[in-house]
Structure formats: C-alpha cells, structure tokens
C-alpha cells in the first residue's frame, strides 16, 4: 500500500522564477492538505483540497495556489519566488467522506524548496 | 499568542529513560490530538492520536490529554536511541466535511544516548 508520495525530493530555483511542487495522496484517501515547514519550525498550514476545492486556507499570500484532480493528486503552485519561500513543503492526505475521526493526516516526506 | 506552544528543547537523555513530551494550547475548540516524529530530512510520521480528554496507550508510547488545563503530553518509557528524532505535536477542531485545519508545535528535539 504506497503512502503519499510527492515530487521532486528537491528543487533550487531563483528569486521570481515559479515552482509546482507534486502530491500523489495515500490509497483510499481523498483529502489532500499542504505546509510549509522552516527548519527548525513545526508545519504551518497552507491550504487542504477536497472533491477538487480549495476547502481550507491559512495565513498564506495568492501566490501560493493550488489544484486538486479527480485522482485526487494534487498540486501546489508557488509564484514570485521569495528568498523566505525556502522551505520543505509537506504535503498530508486523509480521508473524510464516511471515515470521521479515525483517519487523522498521513505525511509525505516533502520537497525541500531552496530559492537563490 | 500562538495556537500551540511546544518547547523546541532540545532534550537529552540516557538510554532506558522515561521521555515527558509536552504542548499547550489557547483553541478550546480542538479535539482531536495527535503526536508525529520526525526524523532529519523525512515527513512527519502519526505516532498516536487520541480524541478529546483521557489517556491512550501503544506499546512505549503513552498520550495523555487534559481538555481543562489546555495540556498534553507524550510519554516515551524505556527510550531507544531510535527514538532520537524531533517530536511534533498537532491538534485539529470538528472534523467535517468543509475541511480541517492542523495546528503543529514546534517539534521538540529529542536525542537518547547509548
């Protein structure tokens, strides 16, 4: 049973380029939630994906965004790169619709984002 | 005020231990608590979880959680060196069908010495 997986493992870009940043959730999992973890910190909540809607959001700018498919991937979309974007991206999956509590978020080991 | 507060640590103990993680928080609306631990350059992976008030057990693991004190711990006995990794706690209010918001501490960084 594969977990979640995501691509790339990791990314170097320059400030102002753009970045998409990929997520494959868990088997039988429907819900698709991304951080951003800076070193040393806990995640922080970027935005969660359900049925193909941005369902959640945190204290994030627009040039974070994303797109969930019918296959429940999902992608995040990341524009005028800062220096402070450097980060490793995290993305969670879950399952909602029928389950209830007992399918809390399982993780990917993310996509370490260094901007130049 | 921060939503979670976790002491970054970092902690140091001796092989065979008892490790006491712990986090606060301010939203009387979570309800559902878990513990992630993180190894350098890989995901946080679910250790235990537990729901509203009251203790859980799983092998060397023990979570606790006191709703009135706003309070919960991780307890780790007889500690491995595998155990060195970096501890993170996570809450969540309702859990709906409109979607769900994970709050994270810090990460406590724990190192068990042979």
């Known amino acids: 049973d594969a977990g979640v997986t995501q691509s790339p493992t990791h990314l170097i870009k320059t400030r102002g380029q753009q970045v998409t940043l990929r997520c494959s959730p868990k088997?039988?999992?429907?819900?698709v939630s991304w951080y951003q973890q800076a070193l040393g910190q806990g995640p922080q909540f970027i935005f969660q994906?359900?049925?193909?809607?941005?369902?959640q959001r945190g204290n994030f700018p627009d040039r974070f965004s994303g797109h969930q498919f019918p296959n429940y991937s999902s992608e995040l979309n990341v524009n005028a790169l800062l220096l402070g974007d450097s980060a490793l991206y995290l993305c969670?999956?879950?399952?909602?619709?029928?389950?209830?509590?007992?399918?809390?978020?399982?993780f990917g080991d993310g996509t370490r984002l260094s901007i130049l | 005020q921060k939503e979670v507060e976790q002491d970054p640590g970092p902690l140091s103990v001796p092989e065979g231990a008892i490790v006491s993680l712990n986090c606060t928080y301010s939203?009387?609306?979570?309800?559902?608590f878990m513990w992630y631990r993180q190894y350098s350059r890989k995901g946080p992976e679910l250790l235990m979880y537990?729901?509203?008030?009251g203790n859980k057990e799983d092998g060397r693991f023990t979570a606790q959680v006191d709703k009135s004190s706003k309070y919960i711990s991780l307890f780790i006995r007889d500690s491995q060196p595998s155990d060195s990794a970096t501890y993170l706690c996570a809450m969540s209010a309702v859990y709906s069908e409109t979607g769900n918001q994970f709050y994270f501490g810090t990460g406590t960084s724990l190192t068990v010495i042979p």
């Open positions: 537990t729901y509203s008030s």
């Open positions: 939203n009387s609306a979570f309800q559902y």
């Open positions: 969670a999956s879950s399952r909602i619709r029928g389950q209830g509590w007992d399918q809390p978020q399982h």
């Open positions: 994906y359900y049925e193909e809607e941005e369902r």
């Open positions: 088997s039988g999992h429907d819900t």
